[in-house]
């Protein structure tokens, strides 16, 4: 039972990830949205000197084995309980993906 509703979860999570990727992402915008949303917990940027101690900075989170802006997508759709649900659209979603990526080097 509980195996096909993941596999419909995980069904879902892919088509929201799809449509999230069809629109070009802004990277300008996803650093506003990055610096309004998240900077209040998360070192979002090199310039910024401190956020929580719990919470990873995003150029941490970038450098993740396995991390991917479809993958990110899907994390802030359904964020972790310890952060606030920001109710972001999937076009704000995929910028802010899309600027996390971009702190990779
Ligand atoms: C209220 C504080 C808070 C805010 C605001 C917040 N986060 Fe987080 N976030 C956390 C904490 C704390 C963790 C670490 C959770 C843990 O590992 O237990 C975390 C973890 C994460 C992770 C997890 C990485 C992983 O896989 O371990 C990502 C990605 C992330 N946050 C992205 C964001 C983004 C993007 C925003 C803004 C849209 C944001 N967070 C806003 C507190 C916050």
């Known amino acids: 039972?509980?195996?096909s509703r993941k596999?419909?979860?995980?069904l879902a999570w892919a088509l929201a990830g799809g449509a999230a990727f069809a629109?070009?992402?802004?990277?300008?915008?996803?650093?506003?949205?990055?610096?309004h949303?998240?900077?209040?917990?998360?070192?979002?940027a090199d310039d910024q000197t401190h956020g929580t101690d719990n919470a990873p900075t995003f150029a941490a989170?970038?450098?993740m084995p396995g991390f991917s802006t479809g993958r990110l997508a899907r994390f802030l759709a359904d964020p972790h309980p310890?952060?606030?649900?920001?109710?972001?659209?999937?076009?704000?979603?995929?910028?802010?993906?899309?600027y996390i990526a971009n702190l990779r080097n």
């Open 61 to 63: 989170i970038a450098a």
């Open 7 to 10: 596999a419909g979860a995980a």
């Open 37 to 44: 949303w998240c900077a209040a917990c998360h070192i979002v």
């Open 82 to 98: 310890k952060m606030p649900d920001m109710q972001l659209s999937r076009t704000e979603t995929a910028d802010i993906a899309a």
């Open 23 to 35: 629109a070009p992402a802004d990277l300008h915008h996803g650093e506003q949205l990055a610096r």
């Open 1 to 3: 039972m509980s195996g």
